[in-house]
């Protein structure tokens, strides 16, 4: 099974801020199956990110994936006030696998 | 556009079985698979295995193979999960979300509300 790892756990900024979290696996993600989720409080997790770097529908510009083979990177541009929240990576090339998520607060 | 409602929460006794329910609008059902992905309070994702609607072949995750059996029903496009010999730690929401009609190396791109199964003496 491949385990994923994020940081930080927690990341305290500012709105207009840049954001930049870490996914990192514990082997190689096969076709760089990597995804990034967003998740509110009492909401089901968005999709935001696929394939390390595409955008999903609807997400904004100032979303971006990076990344490839075990370490990918979520930036956030610039940080709105709608932001802040928790962000998973997910592996979907080998089953899938979820890493523990980091959360971004003011 | 794309709909997926679960059914609503459930209260179990240790040793049970839920069956929770996701069903589909807005899409041809068939052209699609489901993965189940749970959340315990407070607590991260954690993928339960997947489902293909088309043909019906399933990859559950290591942890649940012998306890949790996943189908669909074409005629109400609705995809089910069951989860047998419940245990108190099995408490969580439990999401459905649309996947991969022929492999589980997909992204989810939609997701149920959630459905909150408390197990509990």
């Known amino acids: 099974e491949i385990v994923l790892t994020q940081s930080p756990g927690t990341l305290s900024l500012s709105p207009g801020e840049r954001a930049t979290l870490s996914c990192r696996a514990s082997?190689?993600?096969?076709?760089?199956?990597l995804a990034w989720y967003q998740q509110k409080a009492g909401q089901a997790p968005r999709l935001l990110i696929y394939g390390a770097s595409f955008r999903a529908t609807g997400i904004p510009d100032r979303f971006s994936g990076s990344g490839s083979g075990t370490d990918f990177t979520l930036t956030i541009s610039r940080l709105e006030p709608e932001d802040f929240a928790v962000y998973y990576c997910?592996?979907?090339?080998?089953?899938?696998?979820f890493g523990p998520g980091t959360k971004v607060d003011i | 556009q794309v709909q997926l409602v679960q059914s609503g929460a459930e209260v179990k006794k240790p040793g049970a079985s839920v069956k929770v329910s996701c069903k589909a609008s807005g899409y041809r059902f068939t052209t699609y698979g489901f993965s189940w992905v749970r959340q315990a309070p407070g607590q991260g994702l954690e993928w339960m295995g997947w489902i293909s609607v088309d043909n019906g072949n399933t990859n559950y995750a290591q942890k649940f193979q012998d306890r949790v059996t996943m189908t669909t029903d074409t005629s109400t496009s609705t995809a089910y999960m069951e989860l047998r010999s419940l245990r108190s730690d099995d408490t969580a929401i439990y999401y459905c979300?649309?996947?991969?009609?022929?492999?589980?190396?997909?992204?989810?791109?939609?997701w149920g509300q959630g459905t909150l199964v408390t197990v509990s003496s």
């Open positions: 997910q592996q979907y090339g080998s089953s899938s696998t």
């Open positions: 979300a649309r996947g991969g009609s022929f492999s589980s190396s997909t992204p989810f791109d939609y």
């Open positions: 082997q190689s993600v096969g076709s760089n199956y």
